[in-house]
């Protein structure tokens, strides 16, 4: 499974941005979730799905503003950030789980993306 994860970019305080992830059709029966990681911190969870995007999960930071979703057509995720802060800036990652459910937990995915850089100014 690759996963290339695009749509990062730079953007003002309450922009928008849409992240998106091609994770490839042998992760269509996976949980996928997005992570984000700033330097000299660890990496933190920010929003999960299982399987068929019926159940999602967010970190309570973004709930409200984030929204995770997935098609399983074009094997791809997404993650759409509205209302952006610049405590949101972060390299952002996308995983796929080892399970059909989501998870907020890091050891539960078994392949990660490259990242993209994402940006809020104030």
């Known amino acids: 499974v690759q996963l290339q994860a695009s749509g990062g970019g730079l953007v003002p305080t309450g922009g928008s941005l849409r992240l998106s992830c091609a994770a490839g059709?042998?992760?269509?029966?996976?949980?996928m979730g997005w992570f984000r990681q700033v330097p000299g911190k660890e990496r933190e969870f920010v929003a999960t799905?299982?399987?068929?995007?019926?159940?999602?999960d967010y970190a309570d930071s973004v709930k409200g503003r984030f929204t995770i979703s997935r098609d399983r057509v074009k094997n791809t995720v997404y993650l759409q950030m509205n209302s952006l802060k610049p405590e949101d800036t972060a390299v952002y990652y996308c995983a796929v789980s080892r399970y059909a459910s989501g998870s907020s937990q890091a050891g539960s995915y078994v392949k990660w993306g490259q990242g993209t850089q994402v940006t809020v100014s104030s």
């Open positions: 059709r042998t992760s269509s029966n996976n949980g």
């Open positions: 799905l299982n399987w068929n995007g019926g159940n999602t």
